[in-house]
C-alpha cells in the first residue's frame, strides 16, 4: 500500500518560515520524481517544485523562486519544502506527489500517488 504523509504545514506570519516533509512507504522512493502542489480554497491545484529521483535537478513555479527551497532524502524515503519569506498568497493545503518517470512534470495528473495534504495559513 503506496502511502504519501506530509507533516510541517500550520500558522505562521508574512515573513516567517515552515518546512513541510513528505515520508512515503509502500513505493521504490528512488525511483520517483516527488513534487509538491498546492490548493487554495476556489482555486485549481498548482505545481510548486519537484525534484528528480537524485536530487540534482530541481524546478520552481516562478512564484516561489528563491524563497522555497526542495530537497529529498533517499536513505529516508522523504521530501522536504523549505519554505521562507512566505507570503499571505502562499496560504493553500499543500501536497506531496510521486511522478514514475524521468523527467520533471509540472501537471498535476501526471503524478501517480498523493499525500492527503497539510495546511499552510500566512496571516499578513
Known amino acids: 500500500q503506496v502511502q504519501l504523509v506530509e507533516s510541517g504545514g500550520g500558522l505562521v506570519q508574512a515573513g516567517g518560515s515552515l518546512r513541510l516533509s513528505c515520508a512515503a512507504s509502500g513505493i521504490f522512493f528512488s525511483n520517483y520524481v516527488m513534487g509538491w502542489f498546492r490548493q487554495a480554497p476556489g482555486k485549481e491545484r498548482e505545481f510548486v517544485a519537484a525534484?528528480?529521483?537524485?536530487?540534482?535537478?530541481?524546478y520552481y513555479t516562478d512564484s516561489v523562486k528563491d524563497r522555497f527551497t526542495i530537497s529529498r532524502d533517499n536513505a529516508k524515503n522523504t521530501v522536504y519544502l523549505q519554505m521562507n519569506s512566505l507570503k499571505p498568497e502562499d496560504t493553500a493545503v499543500y501536497y506531496c506527489?510521486?511522478?514514475?518517470?524521468?523527467?520533471?512534470?509540472?501537471?498535476?495528473?501526471?503524478?501517480?500517488?498523493w499525500g492527503q495534504g497539510t495546511q499552510v495559513t500566512v496571516s499578513s
Open positions: 506527489a510521486a511522478d514514475r518517470t524521468t523527467m520533471i512534470r509540472t501537471t498535476a495528473r501526471n503524478y501517480d500517488y
Open positions: 525534484v528528480r529521483q537524485s536530487g540534482s535537478s530541481t
